[in-house]
């Protein structure tokens, strides 16, 4: 096993009882349940034995309060990562399941004229750029241990693809990146691995409602 690797940990559970698509809307923060995921999670980094020496995280607020117990675990400050943002979208604020659903109303469904870019929102290889660069950055400045970068479903699962040399068109519904999950990269030489997935909070999922993720 590598002396550093570079964790993308998703936020948990979101407080979300309209069941819209919140995307980057402001005051989407973590349900109850949410936190004992993200606690969850800080767990399974604390107790896997290895150094963390740096913790970024998305600027959502559900993101942030998801690196809250990382930062009590190791001692560390909660660095501010613009570039592991959730991707923008059109749909954001709409409901996002059952019959209501944006995504079933007709009047809607020009925005789905180009799925590979996709037209609804963010281009898919913007998105892998920006979280790349990211980590190029925190691998390249960090000493001593590992990182943790706290993110969301779609940023994690783009670089996933993207390192994996995979089309990063892809239907959302098959991302392999439940709540509170955990993906492990490392770094060798110029290319990206990745070395390990995770769910510390596999236990609480089925409790969860995971509609808003973009």
Same mark, same amino acid.
């Given at each position: 096993m590598s002396d550093k690797l570079l964790h993308l940990v998703r936020h948990g559970e979101v407080h979300n009882p309209g069941r819209v698509l919140y995307g980057? /809307? =402001? %005051?989407?923060?973590? #349900? *109850? !349940? %949410?936190?004992?995921? $993200? *606690? $969850? $999670?800080? !767990? @399974? /980094?604390?107790?896997?034995?290895?150094?963390? $020496?740096? !913790? /970024?995280? #998305? =600027? !959502?607020e559900r993101a942030q309060q998801s690196a809250r117990p990382i930062a009590s675990a190791f001692g560390l400050e909660v660095q501010t990562e613009e570039r592991i943002i959730e991707p923008s979208n059109a749909f954001e604020g709409m409901v996002n399941s059952g019959p209501e659903s944006a995504f079933k109303q007709p009047r809607y469904w020009y925005r789905f004229v180009n799925p590979f870019r996709p037209s609804w929102g963010e281009p898919y290889r913007r998105i892998a750029a920006r979280v790349r660069a990211a980590m190029d950055e925190a691998w390249g400045s960090t000493r001593g241990g590992d990182i943790v970068m706290v993110s969301h479903q779609a940023p994690i699962w783009i670089a996933h693809l993207d390192i994996a040399g995979k089309p990063l068109f892809h239907n959302p519904? %098959?991302?392999?990146? @439940? /709540? #509170? #999950?955990i993906t492990s990269f490392e770094k060798r030489g110029e290319r990206w691995f990745e070395v390990g997935y995770r769910t510390p909070a596999a236990g609480l999922l089925d409790d969860a409602v995971d509609v808003g993720a973009v």
């Amino acid at each position: 096993m590598s002396d550093k690797l570079l964790h993308l940990v998703r936020h948990g559970e979101v407080h979300n009882p309209g069941r819209v698509l919140y995307g980057r /809307l =402001p %005051g989407f923060r973590l #349900s *109850e !349940l %949410g936190h004992r995921m $993200a *606690e $969850a $999670a800080a !767990l @399974e /980094l604390a107790g896997s034995d290895r150094a963390v $020496a740096r !913790l /970024l995280a #998305s =600027p !959502l607020e559900r993101a942030q309060q998801s690196a809250r117990p990382i930062a009590s675990a190791f001692g560390l400050e909660v660095q501010t990562e613009e570039r592991i943002i959730e991707p923008s979208n059109a749909f954001e604020g709409m409901v996002n399941s059952g019959p209501e659903s944006a995504f079933k109303q007709p009047r809607y469904w020009y925005r789905f004229v180009n799925p590979f870019r996709p037209s609804w929102g963010e281009p898919y290889r913007r998105i892998a750029a920006r979280v790349r660069a990211a980590m190029d950055e925190a691998w390249g400045s960090t000493r001593g241990g590992d990182i943790v970068m706290v993110s969301h479903q779609a940023p994690i699962w783009i670089a996933h693809l993207d390192i994996a040399g995979k089309p990063l068109f892809h239907n959302p519904a %098959g991302r392999r990146c @439940e /709540l #509170s #999950s955990i993906t492990s990269f490392e770094k060798r030489g110029e290319r990206w691995f990745e070395v390990g997935y995770r769910t510390p909070a596999a236990g609480l999922l089925d409790d969860a409602v995971d509609v808003g993720a973009v």
